[in-house]
């Protein structure tokens, strides 16, 4: 079984300024690691994932997350966020061979201008 | 162009009613799930259907059938249905981990826009 934890439910950040949201997981086997978004009204969107291979991975727009095995961490971070960031951020832990995806509690981030 | 779909949107009914939320997806995905987003924002699988084949159930109260005519549709029919079960309910698909071996550590899911039920 798997669990997963984000830190913080709120993180409000003004226009420009680094971002860093925390995921924190657990599990007995080996995992592959997901941060998907949701912005408002919408579904969730898949905005990297951690499968193999190179530790840290990025998304399209700007975002990247390392993947830490020994601190079991895979923090979300952007160095410099922009208002259409704001959005529902959800880290989400399968195992490796064919499971359901957990999700953490969700981490709402706002950006103001 | 929708990948993934729900019908309705939004849901508000009587405590007791039956009522069914709709899921259909174009992406040719073999597998689909029913995902419950509680007023905390906690996520959780429901259901998982593989080609038509109940795959995962967790503990969900039997109120709650899921209902696949098809391996493009998952349906979820509640019965007599309680204050508790007002919720974000998401739909999502991925291909089928077995059969796509390229995928296969991949199965990314792709999320309908949710259906929130509210029980009155």
């Known amino acids: 079984a798997q669990s997963v934890t984000q830190l913080d439910s709120q993180v409000p950040v003004f226009e420009e300024a680094p971002v860093e949201l925390r995921c924190n997981y657990s599990?007995?086997?080996?995992?592959?690691l997901f941060w998907y978004v949701q912005y408002p009204n919408q579904g969730l969107q898949l905005l990297l994932k951690?499968?193999?291979?190179?530790?840290l991975v990025e998304s399209i727009n700007g975002f990247e997350a390392e993947f830490n095995k020994s601190q079991t961490s895979f923090h979300l971070r952007k160095p410099s966020v922009h208002i259409s960031d704001t959005a529902e951020y959800f880290c989400?832990?399968?195992?490796?061979?064919?499971?359901?995806?957990?999700f953490g509690q969700g981490t709402i981030l706002t950006v103001h201008p | 162009d929708t990948a993934v779909s729900q019908t309705p949107k939004y849901l508000v009914t009587q405590m007791g009613n039956d009522k069914s939320i709709k899921c259909e997806q174009n992406?040719?995905?073999?597998?689909m799930y029913w995902y419950k987003q509680d007023s905390k924002k906690f996520l959780k699988i429901m259901f998982s259907?593989?080609?038509?084949?109940?795959?995962i159930n967790e503990t969900v109260p039997n109120r709650f059938s899921p209902k696949s005519p098809d391996k493009a549709h998952l349906n979820l029919h509640i019965n007599s249905l309680e204050l508790g079960d007002s919720a974000v309910y998401f739909c999502?698909?991925?291909?089928?981990?077995?059969?796509?071996?390229?995928?296969?550590?991949?199965?990314?899911?792709?999320f309908g826009p949710g259906t929130r039920l509210t029980v009155l």
């Open positions: 999502a698909s991925s291909q089928d981990v077995r059969r796509d071996s390229y995928t296969r550590d991949h199965n990314e899911q792709f």
């Open positions: 989400a832990v399968r195992g490796t061979s064919y499971g359901k995806l957990t």
């Open positions: 992406l040719g995905h073999d597998t």
């Open positions: 599990s007995s086997v080996s995992v592959y």
């Open positions: 951690y499968l193999s291979g190179s530790t």
């Open positions: 259907y593989n080609n038509k084949e109940l795959i």
